[in-house]
């Protein structure tokens, strides 16, 4: 018999992408601090908050197969968040203009009947083109990115912003690394195919 998967997340982009590997999982919402620690690395706070989500399940279900993640994007070594604003967006897209931007993805897989865990950080970068004032306003006007980590949509028009990618698994821009995430399933007996 399967185990019963839970992603720990409310994301619909999350959502999406699990949804690619036909696997039935339960959508649950968790509910931790985000703060990062003092002197945390990106990679160091993804990992922690990714973790915490899969294991805050536990509270609400007894056995399963939980799956946290949680994603920064760092640019010129600093952590940024989702906009929220159209001015922040259009400052976070003036800053990645023609820089390389690094983006973590905590990944972690939880098993509540065997309290056993597995994590990763998978890393991207994203080379942006050199960006107009007016493409950036135009492209914030068209996608209205809001609530994504570096004001940009890769599944969507968002790849217009790029020179090149680079990185094991473009999913993992999404929020949700697909290749590490089949891996790490299958050390827990799920398997997609």
Do not use: W
Not at 16 to 21: E, G, Q, R, V
Not at 157 to 171: M, T
């Amino acid at each position: 018999m399967h185990q019963a998967v839970i992603l720990a997340s409310t994301s619909p982009y999350r959502q999406a992408l699990l949804n690619k590997l036909n696997i039935p999982f339960t959508p649950y919402a968790p509910n931790i601090d985000e703060t990062p620690f003092e002197h945390e690395t990106p990679q160091q706070l993804v990992r922690r908050l990714a973790e915490q989500k899969a294991l805050s399940a536990q509270s609400t279900f007894k056995k399963g197969i939980v799956i946290g993640s949680d994603q920064v994007a760092v640019i010129n070594g600093r952590i940024i968040g989702k906009p929220l604003s159209i001015h922040n967006a259009i400052e976070q897209l003036k800053q990645a203009s023609g820089q390389a931007i690094s983006f973590y993805t905590g990944l972690a897989i939880y098993n509540i009947e065997t309290q056993t865990m597995d994590s990763i950080v998978e890393p991207f970068i994203v080379h942006f083109r050199s960006l107009s004032q007016q493409q950036i306003e135009n492209y914030i006007h068209l996608e209205q990115p809001l609530h994504c980590a570096g004001s940009f949509k890769s599944e969507g028009l968002g790849i217009a912003l790029f020179e090149r990618l680079e990185g094991k698994d473009p999913n993992s821009l999404v929020g949700l690394p697909l290749i590490s995430l089949i891996d790490l399933l299958a050390k827990h007996g799920i398997h997609c195919l």
